[in-house]
Every structure is written in C-alpha cells, then in structure tokens.
Nanobody, 126 residues
Framework: QVHLVESGGGSVQAGGSLRLSCAAS????????MGWLRQAPGNDRDGVAS????????AYAGSVKGRFTISQDNAKNTVYLQMNSLEPEDTAMYYC???????????????????WGQGTQVTVSS
C-alpha cells in the first residue's frame, strides 16, 4: 500500500517562498509518476507539477512554470515542490499524488492518480 505524507505548508506573504515535501512509502520507485495538485475553496483540483521516477521527466502547469520546481530525493523517498514568487492566487490545499504509469502519461494534469496524501495548506497574503 502506497502511503504519502505532505508537509511544509504554511502562510507567507506574496513574493515569498515555501518548500513542500511528500514522503512516500510502500512503493517501488520504478515506473512511478508523482504529482503535486492543488485545490482552492470552490474550485476544482488542478495539477501543478509532476515528476517521473527517472528524476528527469518533469512538467508544470503554465501558471507556475518558472516559479515552482519539482524534484525528488530517492534516498529519502521524498518529492519536493519548491515554490518561489508566491502569489495570492497560489493559495490552496496542496496534495501529493502517485501512480504507476508509462512516462508518456505522467503530467500534472494526469487524471488517474491512484494514491493521495492528506494535503497541506498554503496561504499567500497580499
């Protein structure tokens, strides 16, 4: 059973930075797509970024490209989301998700994530 635990959320002012972490257990690294998604109150859940188990294949939603960076530390079984130049529009609950898929399907808008964390809140004030 894959288990994902997010951490690192908090409250910051616009222009600030946060780094989210997603600690994963109970899965094999090979063939895994890991994603960060977010959901603001009243909105649908949106994909933010994804990374494939090769550690090289990454993708971002247009709204965060150039500001957010996804990375992974295989030794720690952890995926990170470095968020810089935060904007009030980035305020949301952020979720880590995972599934075993071919690399061509891995992306922030992949709709078949099977495993989810509990979420961590990010609040950006103006």
């Amino acid at each position: 059973q894959v288990h994902l635990v997010e951490s690192g959320g908090g409250s910051v002012q616009a222009g600030g930075s946060l780094r989210l972490s997603c600690a994963a257990s109970g899965y094999t690294e090979s063939g895994t797509c890991m994603g960060w998604l977010r959901q603001a109150p009243g909105n649908d859940r949106d994909g933010v970024a994804s990374i494939y188990s090769d550690g090289v294949t990454t993708a971002y939603a247009g709204s965060v490209k150039g500001r957010f960076t996804i990375s992974q530390d295989n030794a720690k079984n952890t995926v990170y989301l470095q968020m810089n130049s935060l904007e009030p529009e980035d305020t949301a609950m952020y979720y880590c998700a995972a599934n075993y898929v071919p690399p061509a399907l891995c992306g922030p808008h992949y709709s078949g994530f099977r495993y989810w964390g509990q979420g961590t809140q990010v609040t950006v004030s103006s």
